[in-house]
């Protein structure tokens, strides 16, 4: 089993930044690829970014330029540092693991952005 705490969420003004974190811990070996998705209120989860072990990323266009995904190896932690953040970035934020083919999602972090 892998267990992914996220941190840093909160409460922010449009333009501002925040840096999400997540910690995996547990079964980490062999952990693959990590990444953010987020979940605003009435709409279906979505993809923010991810990275793989080699460090690849990958943006979805809405935070191309705005968002950067980062990974600690030796921390087992990943990061998400959010930048020029709009009212519309407003959600809950979860950070998810693939191990194996199986994805292990966090208990998720709180972002919202005032206008």
């Known amino acids: 089993q892998v267990q992914l705490v996220e941190s840093g969420g909160g409460l922010v003004q449009t333009g501002g930044s925040l840096r999400l974190s997540c910690a995996a811990s547990g079964t980490i070996f062999s952990i693959g690829a990590m990444g953010w998705y987020r979940q605003a209120p009435g709409k279906q989860r979505e993809l923010v970014a991810d990275?793989?072990?080699?460090?690849?990323?990958n943006y979805a266009d809405s935070v191309k330029g705005r968002f950067t995904i980062s990974r600690d190896r030796a921390k087992n932690t990943v990061y998400l540092q959010l930048n020029s953040l709009k009212p519309e970035d407003t959600a809950v934020y979860y950070c998810?693991?693939?191990?194996?083919?199986?994805?292990?999602w966090g208990q998720g972090t709180q972002v919202t952005v005032s206008s």
């Open positions: 990275i793989t072990r080699s460090g690849n990323t």
């Open positions: 998810t693991a693939n191990r194996w083919g199986t994805d292990y």
